[in-house]
């Protein structure tokens, strides 16, 4: 398979712990997403990288959410300190650089903070 | 900051019914419009795409939509549907002066009933 692939798929943890997320791009996208999608909403906006550069991130993402991309290819977002209000879907996704390039999602890895 | 509203948040139809989802945005620029679509346990997939040229644009699975500027609107368009078009479905836009970043709407459950 030659998608987005994330780990884990899923995660339970305790409120107060850190956890870690990976994704590893479609192997020639050199930008990468990560989004935040909750229940009944769409994917909202985390931050993105090109190549290892982090160019934007939004106010969703407090100081307790760090994502690094050190080699321009995989990509982690780690949640420190977790709420139950951070227990949701993170979704990354990859494309090309140009205007307008389509971006393909990962199947995504769910947080379930208890 | 671009928005993108998707007014029916529920939709249920019997198959063979016709389908329109709504979608409007707000940004006075040029623009890239995308659907996705969510089935249930899958990851979001891409169903079409309009960067320029002609407004009516067609996707995979019969799907299409038409961009009309003057409304700010991108609608998707499904002449018959089918069972296996139970899903969530989603809005987007992208605007090249604005970082490419992409801005969904909240989704459209929409339930084919056989």
């Known amino acids: 398979d030659t998608g987005v692939s994330q780990d884990p798929r899923h995660k339970i943890t305790k409120r107060g712990q850190n956890v870690t997320f990976r994704c590893d791009p479609i192997s020639e996208h050199n930008r990468l997403y990560w989004y935040r999608q909750t229940l009944g909403q769409g994917p909202e906006f985390l931050t993105y990288?090109?190549?290892?550069?982090?160019?934007?991130k939004s106010r969703l993402l407090s100081d307790r959410f760090s994502a690094e991309r050190p080699k321009g290819s995989f990509s982690t977002l780690e949640i420190q300190r977790t709420e139950q209000g951070d227990s949701a879907m993170y979704l990354c996704a990859s494309s090309i650089q140009g205007s307008g390039n389509t971006i393909y999602f990962g199947e995504g890895s769910w947080l379930t903070v208890v | 900051a671009q928005s993108v509203s998707q007014h029916n948040h529920h939709v249920i139809l019997s198959e063979a019914a016709s389908l329109e989802l709504g979608c409007n945005y707000s940004y006075g620029g040029t623009v890239n419009l995308f659907w996705y679509v969510q089935y249930p346990g899958q990851h979001l997939q891409l169903l079409l795409k309009y960067f320029s040229g002609d407004p009516l644009v067609k996707g995979i699975k019969g799907f299409e939509a038409e961009f009309i500027k003057s409304k700010f609107s991108f609608n998707l368009r499904k002449p018959s549907v089918q069972w296996s078009d139970t899903a969530e479905y989603f809005c987007a836009v992208t605007a090249p002066n604005t970082g490419n970043q992409f801005y969904f709407g909240t989704g459209t459950s929409l339930t084919v009933i056989p």
């Open positions: 990288f090109q190549n290892e550069a982090q160019l934007e």
